[in-house]
Nanobody
Framework: QVRLVESGGGLVRAGGSLRLSCAAS????????MGWYRQAPGKQRDMVAT???????NYADSVKGRFTISRDDAKHTGYLQMNSLKPEDTAVYYC??????????????WGQGTQVTVSS
């Protein structure tokens, strides 16, 4: 069984920082792509930042210059560093990854979500 486990959410004041982690567990051979998405109450799930298999990154305009996506392939873990947080960043954050399992299958995985709340 392979899955993604997220951590690092919480409550922070505006202007503060948080770092989210997303660890792939189980029989993982490699992580092909990884990204972070968020969903605020009553809204659709939107892309925040993604890491492609070629190493390039994409960011939503609303987080450019404030958020940084990174990954540690040796640990099968991805990160989202969030600085200068704003109340409008409040949402449930989800990690997504396309992985190759130890038995050679490709799986598109989602984490369970972690709540980020930014107070004004």
């Amino acid at each position: 069984q392979v899955r993604l486990v997220e951590s690092g959410g919480g409550l922070v004041r505006a202007g503060g920082s948080l770092r989210l982690s997303c660890a792939a567990s189980g029989s993982i051979s490699s992580i092909n792509t990884m990204g972070w998405y968020r969903q605020a109450p009553g809204k659709q799930r939107d892309m925040v930042a993604t890491f492609t298999s070629t190493g390039s990154t994409n960011y939503a305009d609303s987080v450019k210059g404030r958020f940084t996506i990174s990954r540690d392939d040796a640990k099968h873990t991805g990160y989202l560093q969030m600085n200068s947080l704003k109340p409008e960043d409040t949402a449930v954050y989800y990690c997504n990854a396309v992985v190759t399992t130890g038995w050679g299958a490709r799986r598109n995985l989602w984490g369970q979500g972690t709540q980020v709340t930014v107070s004004s």
